[in-house]
């Protein structure tokens, strides 16, 4: 993990489209009435960052089952996103990094998670780490195909 951090430190983009981010857009963040999001939750770790990230967070989310890319829910994603604004080429040619980087991200916390909090800490649900570990080795296997073919 220790090469996979320095990578991404390495190739980490300086500059693309920011704004105010969720950055914790998981399914179970999100509620919907019928099939439209009815109610969104859980702002703690929202921040300024890159809009491309927030977007990273949640292709991880919810476009793998068991750390299984789920290619039809990707084009899903990446299409009605466009539908409303369209990536830039830098976003484009960053979003392999800023995947592995949000891999990595969930995947220490889990980590941490798992080893630090106590047995019946209601304030922490213990999550597997291993998800985002296969997710992680997924996106280190397409480092070179931007459009996750």
Not at 62 to 76: D, E, H, L, M, P
Not at 77 to 85: A, K, M, P, T
Request: hydrophobic letters at 40%.
């Amino acid at each position: 993990m220790r090469n996979e951090l320095y990578y991404i430190k390495k190739k980490w983009p300086n500059k693309l489209p920011s704004g105010i981010i969720h950055a914790d857009l998981f399914p179970d963040n999100v509620f919907f009435k019928k099939n439209d999001i009815s109610g969104i939750l859980d702002f703690y770790f929202s921040c300024f960052d890159f809009l491309i990230y927030d977007l990273a967070i949640v292709v991880n989310a919810w476009c793998f089952s068991s750390g299984v890319f789920q290619k039809n829910k990707y084009y899903k994603l990446i299409s009605g996103y466009e539908s409303i604004r369209k990536l830039k080429t830098s976003e484009i040619e960053s979003f392999n990094i800023i995947l592995r980087g949000a891999s990595l991200r969930f995947f220490l916390t889990r980590a941490i998670d798992s080893s630090v909090s106590k047995k019946g800490n209601i304030l922490v649900k213990k999550k597997d780490p291993e998800e985002f570990y296969k997710i992680l080795k997924f996106h280190k296997s397409k480092e070179n195909d931007f459009k996750y073919q």
